[in-house]
């Protein structure tokens, strides 16, 4: 693990069939003492509702717990506002925003709504002058950035956020870690079951390195695994399955072996009781394991 204190969070699926369901769910994470909850940011899904709208009305029926997009899709939003809606946000909530983005995923979904046609390397390169107009939104001087995607010709920041909001990266492939290296406080890292524990390694190495060569501390780097899975008795089906002492010992150990000081529960069926087990009984047997 790196410098960053070990947080745990849940994920919500914005369903808008589900709005009781999911306020409840955010509610119970609150009252359990959790740090984070993670709502997916997919707008051309008919049935979803909008990730940002969705994440201010679950903050104002909350009061400790932090929110991020996981994550909000770059080609969809323009860096500049997305970073002034989190900047809003995070004073509206008492400083409980984090933002994170990532290039979006589904190209043809994408145009369909009007986003952009991009490339692999077209979204690469629009992702990395996005994250730096982000974090220039957040700053206090006016700033310019022209670029091939963005073009910023002059912006007067503000308003201020209350705190130094972190900026983390979903990605798994090597230009996209890479850029994490450089720029990005954190790395969203897929699902368990899209990135499996063993290729894990491999991808922290591409983020440390190049976070040594632009001479940034690696270890400052949040690092975000998404965690899908049962906790309870049965250990078959996809993703981590098995009873909370199955799951802390997993836990302790991919924060220990594969450097994760954020775990974000995905659960295969959404509910208060799963919630509530993994916030009082998986997350202090896997502090426990780890103050070892």
């Not at 051309?44 to 709208?53: C, E, I, P, V």
């Not at 104002?60 to 717990?65: F, Q, V």
């Not at 145009?111 to 991009?118: I, S």
């Not at 775990?263 to 780890?290: C, D, G, H, N, Y």
């Amino acid at each position: 693990m790196g410098v960053n204190p070990l947080s745990f969070g849940i994920s919500v699926t914005p369903d808008a069939a589900a709005i009781d369901d999911i306020t409840r769910l955010a509610q119970v994470a609150d009252a359990a003492g959790l740090d984070l909850v993670a709502v997916q940011d997919h707008p051309y899904q008919a049935g979803f509702l909008d990730t940002w709208t969705l994440i201010t009305h679950l903050a104002d029926r909350t009061e400790h717990i932090r929110f991020f997009p996981a994550v909000a899709d770059l080609a969809l939003r323009p860096p500049v506002m997305l970073a002034k809606a989190a900047a809003s946000l995070d004073l509206l909530s008492g400083g409980r925003i984090e933002l994170g983005v990532g290039a979006g995923a589904f190209a043809e979904a994408i145009a369909g709504m009007g986003g952009p046609a991009r490339t692999p390397a077209e979204s690469v390169e629009a992702t990395e002058e996005a994250l730096q107009i982000i974090k220039a939104a957040w700053g206090s001087r006016p700033f310019a950035l022209v670029g091939e995607h963005h073009q910023v010709h002059g912006y007067q920041p503000g308003p201020t956020p209350s705190r130094a909001i972190g900026l983390w990266v979903g990605a798994q492939k090597p230009r996209m870690l890479r850029m994490i290296g450089r720029l990005a406080d954190g790395w969203v890292c897929p699902l368990n079951i899209y990135i499996p524990p063993p290729q894990v390694p491999d991808l922290q190495d591409v983020i440390d390195r190049a976070a040594v060569e632009a001479g940034r501390d690696p270890a400052r780097i949040r690092r975000i695994y998404n965690v899908f899975g049962t906790i309870g008795p049965g250990t078959d089906g996809q993703g981590l399955n098995g009873p909370a002492e199955l799951w802390a010992e997993t836990l302790a150990d991919w924060a220990t072996r594969l450097r994760f000081d954020t775990f974000v529960f995905w659960p295969v069926v959404s509910s208060p009781e799963q919630i509530r087990m993994f916030a009082e009984e998986v997350v202090p047997r896997t502090r426990a394991l780890l103050a070892r």
